[in-house]
């Protein structure tokens, strides 16, 4: 989808703000005395949303963690259009990018953005929110995200701010949610309704299904990874078991949080399963045989290395989390 106003990439692809002729000269200066590998190519608009099913719009983020070249884009965020207006689901890792989802959003329609929905806390699903301030929607999110989002708030900026960089960083906020969902609810967008459902811990203590009934798409956030290793926040023992239950649902399609725009239940499912059962059986055993968190970290779960993008920089992250909670079984 073509960018139609007047913001441009700059030519390292690192930020999205108006070139005028002084910034332009401006940025031809700080190339010149640029190390040359920070400029690759410019790229085109990054949030390129498909229509995955009649008024379903989805945008697929990038296989990686946060960088000042991909602005924080490494999660999907999907909306959906009824007949008296959109709710956006998850809003990328960094203000522009929410910013651009919006600019997304207004080239397919012009309703009011009335619910900001968020599946769960990670600020790769939430720093955008602020781009959709102006519209005054209701954010929306599990019961838990409020509490979960005030105690990590300063730590999550800061984190984030590092990774993103001043420029890719700018104008991202945690928003609190307005709305907390604590028991299944609908809300209505004119001719179709979303059903949000919060779940017991399990990627983390605050992730919400969000199920469009009348194309029965179901929105799973990070419940499920595809392609992109699992990143476990909550309980694995929680999560592998409301996969067991996911995995008796009927859907036309789901959007998992990182993987492809859309995905059939139950195979969707069985990647991520048979990931979180390794780490799990692998760190019982080890536990049961009296080794130590800096064993286990180098062995558990490795029969899935080659299996999935990032298991570098997230499985012994997952190893720890599991020992933790498993230790106590
Ligand atoms: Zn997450």
Redesign the pocket.
Do not use: I, L, N, V
């Given at each position: 989808m073509a960018k139609t106003d007047d913001t441009k990439q700059t030519a390292c692809g690192c930020g999205a703000y108006p070139l005028s002729r002084r910034n332009l000269f401006g940025a031809a200066l700080a190339l010149a005395a640029a190390p040359l590998l920070r400029y690759a190519p410019a790229q085109a608009a990054s949030v390129e949303p498909s229509e995955v099913a009649p008024g379903i719009f989805v945008h697929q983020g990038r296989y990686e963690v946060q960088s000042p070249d991909n602005r924080g884009d490494i999660?999907n965020a999907s909306f959906v259009v009824g007949s008296d207006g959109v709710a956006v689901i998850d809003t990328s890792g960094s203000a522009k990018m929410g910013a651009e989802l919006r600019e997304a959003i207004r080239a397919v329609t012009d309703k009011p953005i009335k619910y900001v929905i968020n599946?769960?806390?990670?600020p790769?699903?939430v720093l955008g929110n602020a781009a959709f301030s102006q519209d005054e929607p209701e954010f929306v999110g599990h019961y838990k995200l409020a509490r979960a989002l005030g105690t990590r708030k300063e730590s999550y900026l800061a984190a984030n701010k590092q990774m993103l960089g001043p420029e890719a960083f700018e104008g991202s906020e945690i928003i609190l949610p307005t709305r907390l969902i604590k028991e299944p609810t609908k809300i209505d967008l004119g001719g179709r309704e979303l059903l949000l459902e919060p779940q017991a811990t399990a990627?983390?203590d605050n992730d919400l299904i969000v199920t469009d009934t009348k194309t029965d798409t179901l929105f799973l956030?990070?419940l499920l990874f595809s392609v992109h290793v699992p990143?476990i926040?909550g309980s694995i023992k929680g999560w592998l078991t409301l996969l067991d239950e996911m995995g008796k649902r009927n859907a036309a399609r789901v959007v998992p949080?990182?993987g492809p725009k859309t995905m059939e239940l139950p195979q969707a499912l069985e990647p991520e399963q048979r990931y979180l059962t390794a780490v799990a059986d692998d760190v019982r055993r080890q536990i049961a045989e009296g080794k130590t968190l800096s064993e286990a970290a180098k062995t558990a779960g490795f029969s899935e290395k080659d299996a999935w993008k990032l298991f570098g920089q997230y499985h012994v992250r997952n190893v720890t989390a599991a020992f933790a909670e498993l230790e106590w079984d």
């Open positions: 999660a599946t769960h806390m990670h790769d699903h990627h983390t956030g990070d990143t926040d949080g990182h």
